[in-house]
């Protein structure tokens, strides 16, 4: 069966200092990964996904980055972390998700904060 | 412009009761609609997935209804657990363009069942 895995669970980190959140999946193959944050009663909002390899799309202009050295892995990353980066960070993987049968499945998240 | 609206914003209800959540969108062109829970500090499970043709899918004490003509589905759930407390969130999908993303959140409602 398929997993997906996500660290670290907490994480708090000072201005300035540089972050790195990494997520894999176990089970399947060719996976489209994304990584989603969660603000504080906001909803959930789309970082950037990968269809593959060292393909990575972004959709928000912002101070992080995202890298796939790997089919199953997919790693968020910031140089220099600023407080509105604090939020709840979701990383997830699908097999498509135009089929009715296909899903989009969640990590655990990490919710990071920024002080 | 795609959107998901979600209403109520938040909501309590007694155990045992009913409830009924409410989401509306604006996604073109449609692919599906998905119904998540998520609880406190925990990643998002998918509920129901429905297609354009399905009116309604059932998931235990879920039930979503989807009218594609008016552009809005609900969620209703039957005799509420404490356990049913959670954010609902409402996810649309629409048929992919290139470098478009699919995914289109809701910011989800917010439900406490209380004893």
């Known amino acids: 069966s398929q997993t997906i895995h996500q660290w670290p669970a907490t994480l708090v980190q000072p201005v300035g200092s540089p972050l790195s959140l990494e997520c894999t999946v176990e089970?399947?193959?060719?996976?489209?990964l994304y990584w989603y944050r969660q603000a504080a009663g906001r909803g959930l909002q789309l970082l950037f996904y990968?269809?593959?390899?060292?393909?990575i799309s972004s959709e928000v202009p912002q101070n992080l980055s995202a890298s796939r050295p790997q089919d199953r892995q997919f790693i968020l990353s910031s140089k220099k972390l600023l407080l509105s980066d604090s939020g709840f960070y979701l990383c997830?993987?699908?097999?498509?998700?135009?089929?009715?049968?296909?899903?989009?499945?969640f990590g655990s998240g990490t919710q990071l904060s920024v002080l | 412009k795609n959107q998901v609206e979600q209403s109520p914003q938040s909501l309590i209800i007694l155990e045992g009761k009913n409830c009924t959540l409410q989401?509306?969108?604006?996604?073109?062109?449609?692919?599906?609609l998905r119904w998540y829970k998520q609880d406190t500090g925990r990643g998002p499970v998918s509920l129901t997935i429905?297609?354009?043709?399905?009116n309604t899918k059932s998931n235990g004490r879920y039930t979503a209804t989807l009218d594609a003509d008016t552009k809005q589905s609900s969620l209703h759930i039957t005799a509420s657990q404490l356990s049913d407390s959670a954010s609902y969130i409402c996810?649309?999908?629409?048929?992919?363009?290139?470098?478009?993303?699919?995914?289109?959140f809701g910011k989800g409602t917010r439900l406490s069942v209380i004893a």
């Open positions: 997830a993987w699908s097999v498509g998700l135009t089929q009715s049968n296909e899903k989009l499945f």
């Open positions: 089970g399947t193959s060719n996976p489209n």
């Open positions: 990968s269809v593959g390899i060292g393909q």
């Open positions: 989401c509306n969108y604006t996604v073109s062109p449609f692919s599906n």
């Open positions: 429905m297609t354009f043709s399905e």
């Open positions: 996810v649309v999908t629409k048929i992919r363009n290139s470098g478009n993303t699919p995914l289109v």
